[in-house]
């Protein structure tokens, strides 16, 4: 179980990571394809991206801690001794705990009157995806720093596992 534990670092800030990494795709993705209209016509039209995360259920940071107290060694009678009936029911979770997440497409569009555009619709209207660019470099330097500061956790624990093993 010990390799369990020391690793639960590294899956949880591993999960922070990819979170951080697809919410930094979907607003490359939103932003390239910002001004790309669709033949009129056509449903292939881009769609602006979301990247929705999902809080983990409480259970799961339950079981975990179980599971991680079940596996101490004890000294003394008084301390755990055999595993309570909410103990044995924990299943390892070797996922770690951290943010689960969806990407998910809108349907939204902005039109812009240009006559002379090959995409025009018969009354001079383009469709282009409702991208604000603001708000995606926004997600894009936010999503950028919280990927650094999961790095700064696993380097972290990379510098404790190290000093452990100096001791």
């Known amino acids: 179980m010990l390799p369990d534990r020391v690793f639960s670092t590294f899956q949880t800030a591993g999960r922070g990571l990819a979170v951080q990494r697809e919410k930094i795709a979907a607003a ?7 001004g790309v209209s669709a ?8 769609r602006p991206q979301t990247v929705q995360t999902k809080a983990v259920h409480q259970d799961k940071f339950k079981n975990l801690l179980v599971d991680s107290i079940s596996t101490l060694k004890t000294s003394n009678d008084k301390h755990f001794s055999s595993p309570s009936p909410m103990q044995s029911s924990v299943q390892n979770n070797a996922g770690g705990i951290g943010p689960e997440f969806e990407v ?3 349907e ?3 039109y812009e009157f240009d006559p ?5 619709d018969e009354n001079g209207m383009v469709q282009y995806p409702d991208v604000d660019l603001v708000h995606e470099m926004t997600q894009l330097v ?5 990927y650094e500061a999961n790095l700064s956790a696993v380097e972290a624990e990379k510098q404790i596992i190290k000093r452990s093993f100096e001791i």
């Open 142 to 146: 936010s999503a950028n720093r919280l």
């Open 116 to 120: 002379t555009h090959p995409d025009a």
């Open 39 to 46: 033949p009129k016509g056509s449903d292939d039209m881009y």
């Open 108 to 110: 939204n569009y902005r």
């Open 28 to 34: 490359s993705r939103n932003i390239a394809n910002a």
């Open 104 to 106: 998910t497409e809108q």
